[in-house]
C-alpha cells in the first residue's frame, strides 16, 4: 500500500511537471539544441495550444528565408495525444514538404531557391483541441 | 505512517514538484530580478492576431551578417559602431537600438577573423543586455569567459554567438518584451545595411547587392511589427525613415533600372544619417 502511494504520487508529480513544462523556455532550449544538430539556431517561435482558441485546427507562420541557403525547419510540438502533423510551404505557396506519410519525421531540411518567405502549417489533433497542456512549437536553424 | 501522514507527504512533494517547474521558469527568464510582466500584453496579442498566428520570425543578426560575408563583404577598419560607445546609451529605446547594432558588429568582426574586436563587441553586447535586464542570456551559460577562452577558433565563436543569439530570442518571446525585440532588430538591420552601402559606395560588387535588396523583405516585416507601438514618438520617427529606405530598396528591386543609379545614392545617404543618427542618440 505504502509503495502504490508513493508511486502513485509521483507519477502525478512526474504529470505535472511534464504539463507545466510543455512551453516553458527550458523545453524549448533543450529541444532546439537536440534537434538543429550542425545547423546553427536562427529563431523560435512557440505559444500554448489555448492561446489559438478552441476552433482552431490548423496554425500556420511565416518565416524568412534567403536563396541557396540551407536550413533545417524542427517540429517542436509537445504535449499532443499524437506527433502533430506539419508542412512546409515556398515562397509561392507550392507545397515543399509533409511527414503526413510518416509522422515520426521531425524536422525537414531544404535549399532555398529564392529569397522570401516560407510557410509553415500545423495540423491540431482534434483529440486535443481542448487540451490545455499541448505548445505549439518549432525552430529555425541554418548552415 | 498514517494515512495523514501519507497524504502530508504527498502534499510536500506534489508541491515541490509544481513548484520548482514555475520557479524554473522564472529564474532562466530573468523575471525575478528585473520584475518585468511576464503576461502577454493586449497590445502583443493584437499584434500576433495581425500577423498570423505566431509572432512573425525575424532572421537571425548573425546569419544576415554570414550572408554578407559569404556575398564577398570584407572587413573595414573602423566602419563599425566603437564598442567603448555602449556605456552612453541611457534609454531602454538606445540600448536596445544599439545592443542590434552591436550584435552585427560582433558577427562581422567575428566572421572576418579580427578576434580582439569580436571580444570588445561581446563585451558591449553584455553590457547593453544587462542594461535592460536581460542578464540572464549571460549568465545561464557562463558566456564571457567561454568566448574569451575560444578567441582565434571560429566556429567556436560562431557557436557562442547562436547560444547567445537563441537566448536572446527565446527569453524575449517567453516575456513578451518584443518592443526590445523589434528595436534590437532595427539596430542590427540598419549596421548590416550601413556596412553593405559603405562598401557598394566604392566598390560595386553584384553579389553584396543583391543580398542588400534581400533585405527589403525583412525591413517591410519589421516597419509592420514597430507599427504596433508607433503611438510612441520616437517608434514613429524610426517607422518613418526605415519606410523611406523601404521606399528605395523598392525602386532599386524593380525592374526599371534608368533610375537605379540615382536611388542608390539616395539609399547610402539615408542609410547613413539614419545609422548615424541612431549611434549618436543616448
Known amino acids: ?143 | 505512517m498514517n494515512f495523514k501522514s501519507r497524504l502530508a507527504t504527498a502534499g510536500i512533494i506534489l508541491s515541490v514538484a509544481f513548484g520548482c517547474n514555475q520557479n524554473t521558469d522564472k529564474d532562466t527568464s530573468g523575471l525575478d530580478s528585473t520584475g518585468a510582466d511576464s503576461s502577454m500584453t493586449a497590445r502583443d496579442a493584437e499584434a500576433e492576431t495581425k500577423t498570423q498566428d505566431f509572432i512573425q520570425s525575424l532572421p537571425s543578426p548573425i546569419h544576415v551578417a554570414r550572408i554578407f560575408q559569404r556575398a564577398g563583404l570584407k572587413y573595414i577598419s573602423g566602419i563599425t559602431n566603437p564598442a567603448a560607445n555602449s556605456s552612453k546609451y541611457m534609454s531602454p529605446y538606445s540600448k536596445s537600438i544599439n545592443l542590434g547594432m552591436y550584435t552585427t558588429d560582433l558577427a562581422y568582426c567575428t566572421f572576418n577573423d579580427q578576434s580582439q574586436e569580436a571580444i570588445s563587441y561581446f563585451k558591449a553586447v553584455k553590457t547593453l543586455t544587462d542594461g535592460l535586464n536581460l542578464t540572464s542570456i549571460f549568465e545561464s551559460t557562463n558566456m564571457v569567459p567561454r568566448f574569451e577562452q575560444n578567441i582565434g577558433n571560429k566556429d567556436s565563436l560562431v557557436t557562442l554567438m547562436a547560444t547567445m543569439s537563441m537566448e536572446s530570442d527565446i527569453l524575449l518571446k517567453q516575456t513578451s518584451r518584443l518592443d526590445i525585440a523589434y528595436l534590437s532588430f532595427a539596430g542590427a538591420w540598419i549596421e548590416s545595411a550601413y556596412i553593405a552601402t559603405q562598401m557598394l559606395k566604392n566598390k560595386r560588387n553584384p553579389d553584396i547587392l543583391k543580398r542588400l535588396l534581400d533585405q527589403n523583405n525583412s525591413l517591410g516585416k519589421l516597419i509592420a511589427l514597430l507599427k504596433e507601438y508607433d503611438d510612441k514618438q520616437e517608434f514613429g520617427a524610426l517607422i518613418t525613415s526605415l519606410s523611406d529606405i523601404k521606399t528605395s530598396l523598392d525602386v532599386l528591386n524593380s525592374e526599371n533600372t534608368t533610375t537605379h543609379e540615382e536611388e542608390f545614392k539616395k539609399l547610402v545617404s539615408k542609410v547613413e544619417k539614419l545609422r548615424n543618427d541612431r549611434v549618436n542618440d543616448n
Open chain 1, 1 to 143: 500500500m505504502k509503495k502504490i502511494f508513493f508511486i502513485l504520487t509521483i507519477a502525478i508529480a512526474s504529470f505535472g511537471q511534464s504539463v507545466f513544462a510543455q512551453c516553458s523556455d527550458k523545453t524549448i532550449k533543450k529541444l532546439c539544441k537536440e534537434g538543429l544538430g550542425t545547423y546553427i539556431f536562427e529563431s523560435a517561435a512557440f505559444k500554448p495550444l489555448t492561446a489559438f482558441g478552441a476552433k482552431k485546427n490548423v496554425v500556420e507562420a511565416a518565416f524568412s528565408v534567403y536563396s541557396q541557403e540551407s536550413y533545417r525547419v524542427l517540429n517542436l510540438c509537445q504535449g499532443f495525444s499524437d506527433v502533430v502533423e506539419f508542412a512546409i510551404y515556398d515562397t509561392d505557396h507550392n507545397l515543399l514538404f509533409s511527414n503526413k506519410s510518416d509522422k515520426s519525421v521531425k524536422f525537414y531540411d531544404f535549399v532555398a531557391q529564392k529569397s522570401g518567405d516560407f510557410t509553415i502549417e500545423f495540423k491540431i489533433p482534434s483529440a486535443d483541441m481542448k487540451s490545455s497542456s499541448c505548445c505549439v512549437a518549432f525552430a529555425i536553424g541554418y548552415k
